[in-house]
């Protein structure tokens, strides 16, 4: 997603880099994705899931099974303490990982 693309999201952008890094959920996110080749793997599937939608299509899009994409976001659900069955859950869970590449993203244009 591009920074157009956010409509009143962009809000969130004037946040402070450093805010957004401290906040719980990205912290957290930013943890188990750096914890391993495989937390990395979850949380790259987590975000392909709150784009797709579904485990199947998020599987076809992957290409692996569908049961390797449900495997996947359990870990997640129990690492962060939530139930993508939820749409709250889900809502959160898409809001942390935009505002968690809102914040990768400020740091890599910084470090430019």
Same mark, same amino acid.
């Given at each position: 997603?591009?920074?157009?693309?956010?409509?009143?999201? =962009?809000?969130?952008?004037?946040?402070?880099?450093? $805010?957004?890094? *401290?906040? /719980?959920?990205?912290? /957290?996110?930013?943890?188990? *994705?750096?914890?391993? @080749? @495989?937390? +990395?793997? =979850?949380? =790259?599937?987590?975000? *392909? &899931?709150?784009?797709?939608?579904?485990? %199947?299509?998020? *599987? +076809?899009?992957?290409?692996?099974?569908?049961?390797?994409? +449900?495997? #996947?976001?359990? %870990?997640?659900? $129990?690492?962060?303490?939530?139930?993508?069955?939820?749409?709250?859950? #889900? &809502?959160?869970?898409?809001?942390?990982?935009?505002? /968690? /590449?809102?914040?990768?993203?400020?740091?890599?244009?910084?470090?430019?």
């Amino acid at each position: 997603m591009t920074y157009s693309g956010l409509g009143p999201l =962009d809000l969130l952008a004037d946040m402070p880099l450093d $805010r957004l890094l *401290a906040e /719980r959920g990205i912290a /957290r996110i930013n943890a188990l *994705a750096s914890s391993s @080749a @495989a937390g +990395a793997q =979850d949380v =790259d599937t987590l975000e *392909a &899931f709150c784009v797709y939608g579904s485990l %199947r299509r998020t *599987a +076809a899009e992957l290409h692996v099974h569908h049961s390797t994409v +449900a495997s #996947r976001l359990l %870990r997640v659900e $129990r690492e962060m303490g939530w139930d993508l069955g939820s749409s709250i859950d #889900r &809502f959160m869970a898409t809001l942390i990982l935009m505002l /968690r /590449r809102m914040a990768l993203s400020s740091g890599e244009l910084g470090a430019g």
